[in-house]
């Protein structure tokens, strides 16, 4: 069951207008730069980061074009999503559709290439439009 897969909440993702800028405000904050990543996705080249502070790890991101504008036109609400540790994203995959949830990625789980080997995820929408991801850190791809 799903409750015995989830280990704990792996990071909490704000997309950012200027990921520069943020870094240098989190960095000022305490947290410590722990990874940086540009990967392309389907809007274009995306910019990622991941910061620590104590056992906290905050993921800030820059996205293109509208998706951006989008981001930078907002008054509140820029927390994104909060992601889960998992031990198996295939078998937290199969358990979310067992319980009747959709997945928003299509061809999930997503692997990206995060951290020493990679990452894999999906995500989910919760009642009132917060996004719950499932993430699982790869040890070998």
Do not use: C
Request: proline share 4%.
């Amino acid at each position: 069951m799903l409750e015995n897969n989830i280990t704990g909440l792996q990071h909490l993702g704000i997309p950012v207008t200027n990921l520069e800028r943020s870094l240098d405000f989190y960095t000022r904050l305490g947290f410590t730069t722990v990874m940086q990543k540009e990967f392309l996705d389907e809007i274009g080249p995306v910019k990622v980061a991941m910061l620590r502070i104590g056992d906290f790890t905050l993921e800030l991101y820059q996205q293109p074009g509208e998706t951006g504008r989008e981001v930078a036109g907002r008054e509140d609400g820029h927390v994104d999503h909060f992601a889960l540790n998992v031990g198996d994203i295939h078998q937290a995959h199969l358990d979310i559709r067992k319980a009747g949830l959709n997945i928003l990625e299509a061809d999930a789980p997503k692997f990206l290439p995060f951290w020493e080997h990679g990452v894999k995820f999906f995500t989910v929408r919760g009642p009132d439009g917060e996004k719950v991801e499932f993430n699982q850190f790869l040890t070998a791809r």
